[in-house]
C-alpha cells in the first residue's frame, strides 16, 4: 500500500467476541484516522485520533496510536454479525492527501 | 452528515472508448476532492488530488493523460478515463473534504465499477 501494513489481513470471530486490528504507517501524522468498507460500496468515517493522544473511545470502537512505533489499533468489543465489513486506517502526512493502509477484513460469525 | 454521490455505480465499456464517473458533494462545498482506485481484496490506492478551479495533483506512475480529471466547480470533480483498456477495468471511489466543522475527515461516494472488454 500506499502508506504501510494492517494486520491481521483478514480476522473471523464469534459475535460477541472482541476484534483487534493494527495499523502501521511510515511518516509523520497530524491524526490518524479509521475507516470501514462494506463490500463494493464507499468508506465511512468511523474515529480520527490526533497525534497528541494516545487512546480514543466512540460506542464499542478504541482506538490507541503509538507515534514512537508509528502504529495504531482499532478494538471493536462485543462484535455484532453488522460489523463484517474491511477496515483501513488511513493518515495525511502533509496535511492535504490521504493515504490508506492495506485493510483488515473482518468476518463476525453469527 | 456530508454526502458525497458518485456515478456511474458502474459501467461496462468496450476497450478504446473514454468513460467519465462524476463524483458531486451533495451538501457541502469541496474545494478538494480524492480520486482512489482500489482493486480486488485490495487497499485504495490515491491516484490524484483535485482542486477546484486549478489543476490535479497526480501521484507517481498515475498517468495524468490516461485519468484526466476536472473540478470545474466547488460540488463537482470528474474523472475521465480516456482510451480504456481492460488493465483499466477497477474499482474506483471518489471522496470530499468538508472545508467545514468536519474538514479532517473524508466523505466518500459509493464508487464506480468499471469493467473494459
Known amino acids: 500500500s500506499q502508506q504501510g501494513e494492517e494486520d491481521p489481513q483478514a480476522l473471523s470471530i464469534q459475535e460477541g467476541e472482541n476484534a483487534t486490528m493494527n495499523c502501521s504507517y511510515k511518516?509523520?501524522?497530524?491524526?490518524l484516522q479509521w475507516y470501514r468498507q462494506n463490500s463494493g460500496r464507499g468508506l465511512v468515517h468511523l474515529i480520527l485520533?490526533?497525534?497528541?493522544?494516545r487512546e480514543k473511545h466512540s460506542g464499542r470502537l478504541r482506538v490507541t496510536l503509538d507515534t514512537s512505533k508509528k502504529s495504531s489499533s482499532l478494538l471493536i468489543t462485543a462484535s455484532r454479525a453488522a460489523d463484517t465489513a474491511s477496515y483501513f486506517c488511513?493518515?495525511?502526512?502533509?496535511?492535504?492527501?490521504?493515504?490508506f493502509g492495506s485493510g483488515t477484513k473482518l468476518n463476525v460469525k453469527p | 452528515g456530508a454526502v458525497v454521490s458518485q456515478h456511474p455505480s458502474w459501467v461496462i465499456c468496450k476497450s478504446g472508448t473514454s468513460v467519465k464517473i462524476e463524483c458531486r458533494s451533495l451538501?457541502?462545498?469541496?474545494?478538494?476532492m480524492f480520486w482512489y482506485r482500489q482493486f480486488p481484496k485490495q487497499s485504495l490506492m490515491l491516484m490524484a488530488t483535485?482542486?477546484?478551479?486549478?489543476?490535479?495533483?497526480?501521484e507517481q506512475g498515475v498517468e495524468k493523460d490516461k485519468f484526466l480529471i476536472n473540478h470545474a466547480s466547488l460540488t463537482l470533480s470528474t474523472l475521465t478515463v480516456t482510451s480504456a483498456h481492460p488493465e483499466d477495468s477497477s474499482f474506483y471511489i471518489c471522496?470530499?473534504?468538508?472545508?467545514?466543522?468536519?474538514?479532517?475527515?473524508?466523505?466518500f461516494g459509493s464508487g464506480t465499477q468499471l469493467s473494459v472488454l
Open positions: 471522496s470530499a473534504r468538508d472545508l467545514g466543522i468536519f474538514n479532517e475527515k473524508l466523505f
Open positions: 511518516t509523520s501524522i497530524n491524526n
Open positions: 485520533i490526533r497525534s497528541n493522544e
Open positions: 488511513a493518515t495525511d502526512p502533509s496535511g492535504n492527501k490521504f493515504y
Open positions: 451538501d457541502f462545498q469541496a474545494t478538494t
Open positions: 483535485s482542486n477546484e478551479g486549478s489543476k490535479a495533483t497526480y
